[in-house]
């Protein structure tokens, strides 16, 4: 199992809201998403639409979601202006009362070794500023190739959020523990990856 998702798993389990947030929101979710399928105008359009298109399906209503979920999508989101823009457009899908949520990875994960991911054959990453590319190797499949990502540091993901208007309920940075089963590098006391909630300002 990737260590990214061995470490959000903890994190649901240690936080009993955000996992009450989840798990209410999927069934949410469930109901709202019904009907749509890969042949009907609604979600199953999204992966069609044109290079470059701004704009979401017409079918897919703002307000209509209590959850939505990012998972390391930004790590690989380039440009200020994109992430504003991206987050801006996500938040006009939440209800009032909805939440998204934004898993990225921290500025830490390219300089250090992790249980599933490597970082020692690129020392330049220790000079990346925020916005440059960095490069890390995923260790549990066949797959060797270096990933390419954006680094984002939490200053600047704060200030995105504000552009897109949206507020920063909670932070979660989740660390590994020493009672699982897991042979962690570095996950016991830094923690590779944040987890932002936010809601709409």
């Known amino acids: 199992m990737c260590a990214a998702v061995k470490l959000w798993t903890s994190v649901v389990v240690r936080d009993a809201q955000l996992a009450s947030w989840l798990n209410s929101a999927s069934r949410s979710l469930e109901s709202t998403l019904r009907g749509y399928g890969p042949q009907s105008?609604?979600?199953?359009?999204?992966?069609?639409?044109?290079?470059?298109s701004r704009r979401r399906p017409a079918s897919i209503a703002a307000a209509t979601f209590d959850l939505v979920l990012a998972a390391f999508t930004f790590d690989n989101i380039a440009g200020r202006e994109n992430k504003a823009r991206i987050l801006r457009d996500l938040g006009c899908l939440l209800t009032r009362e909805g939440n998204l949520v934004l898993i990225v990875?921290?500025?830490?994960?390219?300089t250090y070794e992790w249980a599933s991911f490597s970082t020692k054959d690129f020392p330049e990453n220790r000079q990346a500023k925020s916005g440059d590319k960095v490069r890390i190797v995923v260790t549990d499949h066949a797959d060797a190739r270096p990933v390419e990502d954006i680094l984002w540091t939490d200053a600047a993901y704060r200030e995105v959020f504000e552009e897109a208007h949206l507020r920063l309920l909670h932070k979660y940075e989740p660390l590994g523990r020493e009672d699982e089963p897991y042979m962690w590098v570095n996950e016991l006391e830094i923690a590779p990856w944040a987890v932002y909630v936010l809601e709409r300002q």
């Open 41 to 52: 105008a609604g979600l199953g359009s999204v992966g069609r639409l044109p290079p470059g």
């Open 105 to 110: 990875s921290r500025p830490e994960i390219y």
